[in-house]
């Protein structure tokens, strides 16, 4: 192929992942052609077949495993990096919920959390909308992922709830969060996958070569939340899933498909 259809989100674990293979330092990888976009935004594009390679949110899997293979690499998926339920002051239960899509990993776990708890209103919000708008009022809680794990005590709120820690307590297993997909009949995925491996493998053996590209797409993110940023969301599972971590996948889908929530997923 001649040019690579690459979309993935800009905050700063998916460019440091990335960094090698936009900037063209992988060997025998194509140039690159990259869509930022909220994760959101990915998952619903990617139905639509808008890329060769996608990163999406392991919860829109079951819609598109027809059209994607899933990639054993280049995704977030780990420990205590999990959503977290933010209020300010407010009941969660009967209240309105903010969340960042109802086809996130983020939305799949909330849901399962709160089966036992009287019902939420949940509204779909862009993610930088969300503690702001907890923290005036306009929503009694909202759910967040990412670097809002280091930030959300700015906007005076409090977290009720880690779903990460609540999922490993249920399960034992780390939590799948976003997902890398090569798009049927455009991109083999064998190569697909040594494409992304090389640029993990080169983002952790030249960690400064990234850096100005990292913080050009931060969101004026503070360098220092941009450093705990990477350090959690990119592991030993952004190298490869390994069983324990297509494991963890088949049980946030397999629970969220008998729950309803999703459709059954064969991985």
Known sequence: MDRLRLA?????????????????????????????????????????????????????LPWLLDQYHLLPCGGALGRGCGP???TNGRAVEGGTVAVPGDRTTA????????????PARVEVVPFHEIMPGVADGRYDAGLVIHEARFTYQRYG????????EWWEGETGLPIPLGAILARKGAVDPGKATRWVRDSVRYAWAQPAASQDYVLEHA????????AQHIALYVNNFTEDLGEEGYEAIRALLG???????VPPADL
């Open 8 to 60: 993935f989100s800009p905050c700063p674990n998916d460019t440091f992942v990335f960094h090698a293979l936009v900037h063209g330092l992988v060997d025998g990888a194509p140039q690159v052609d990259v869509a930022y976009a909220d994760v959101d935004v990915t998952n619903t594009a990617a139905l639509a077949g808008a890329y060769d390679i996608a990163k999406v949110s392991y919860g829109a």
């Open 84 to 86: 977290l339920v933010l």
């Open 107 to 118: 939305y799949l776990l909330f849901r399962l959390w709160s089966e036992d708890r009287p």
């Open 157 to 164: 709120l409090t977290s009720v709830a880690d779903l990460g």
């Open 219 to 226: 969101q004026e993110m503070e360098p220092d939340v941009v």
């Open 255 to 261: 629970r969220a498909a008998k729950a309803g929530l």
